[in-house]
């Protein structure tokens, strides 16, 4: 069965500490993966996504995320949280690009300052 | 990136009426949209896809009837909710999709419409 499976719920990091969250999936053909943020009741932004190419890939607002094929994950990071950074966070698949997405359950994260 | 606008932000409805929701594509044609719905410190969940001109396609366990979408033009897709009732309560997401250059590489997502039933 297809799925995104996001093992932590709620995470509370420092502001200036580093970050990540992790996103394993399981996809019978090969995902196209997307992270998404969510501010409280508002819609989706996109952080980044991979399709294929460099494993490394690079976002907005900082943050970057690994494609791991040999443990299926697709972990995000960011070097420095910033407060503003609180927020929900979404790891999704697709069959290709373009097409509907499978989401996670997400990670809300909370910065202390 | 393309813009995707949802209208409208919130809505709150009394039981037993219909409310549309919109979802335009502003520089783009969207040759497909999607419709999601997000339950409360939920992840989303994929409703219908809607190619213009057609039928949409809907999910298992997602009643048509009650959830009527229509796709009738490139750059609008709009979703009916029927009869609402409070458990119809939630956070629905559009997403579309264009046919060439970036936008046919991702969906662009609306900003949610939060419907509330009373």
């Known amino acids: 069965a297809q799925s995104v499976t996001q093992p932590d719920i709620h995470i509370t990091v420092s502001e200036g500490a580093s970050l990540e969250l992790r996103c394993n999936y399981s996809?019978?053909?090969?995902?196209?993966l997307f992270w998404y943020v969510q501010s409280p009741g508002q819609g989706l932004q996109l952080l980044l996504k991979y399709f294929s190419g460099d494993t490394l890939v690079q976002g907005i607002k900082g943050f970057e995320a690994e494609f791991k094929r040999s443990q299926s994950s697709f972990n995000l990071r960011k070097p420095s949280v910033h407060w503003s950074d609180a927020a929900e966070y979404f790891c999704a698949v697709g069959a290709k690009a373009g097409t509907a997405l499978i989401f996670g359950k997400g990670t809300t994260l909370s910065v202390s300052s | 990136g393309a813009v995707v606008s949802q209208h409208p932000s919130r809505v709150i409805c009394k039981s037993g009426t219909s409310v549309k929701i919109e979802c335009r594509s502003l520089?783009?044609?969207?040759?497909?949209m999607f419709w999601y719905r997000q339950f409360p410190k939920q992840s989303l969940m994929l409703m219908a896809t809607?190619?213009?001109?057609?039928?949409?396609?809907?999910e298992q366990g997602v009643e048509k009837d009650k959830f009527l979408i229509n796709h009738a033009s490139l750059t609008l897709s709009t979703l009916t909710v029927t009869s609402a009732h409070p458990e119809d309560s939630s956070f629905y997401i559009c997403?579309?999709?264009?046919?060439?250059?970036?936008?046919?590489?991702?969906?662009?997502f609306g900003q949610g419409t939060r419907l509330t039933v009373v």
């Open positions: 520089d783009f044609q969207a040759t497909t």
């Open positions: 996809y019978g053909a090969t995902p196209y």
């Open positions: 997403s579309a999709r264009g046919n060439r250059g970036q936008i046919n590489t991702e969906a662009f």
């Open positions: 809607s190619n213009e001109g057609s039928k949409a396609t809907y």
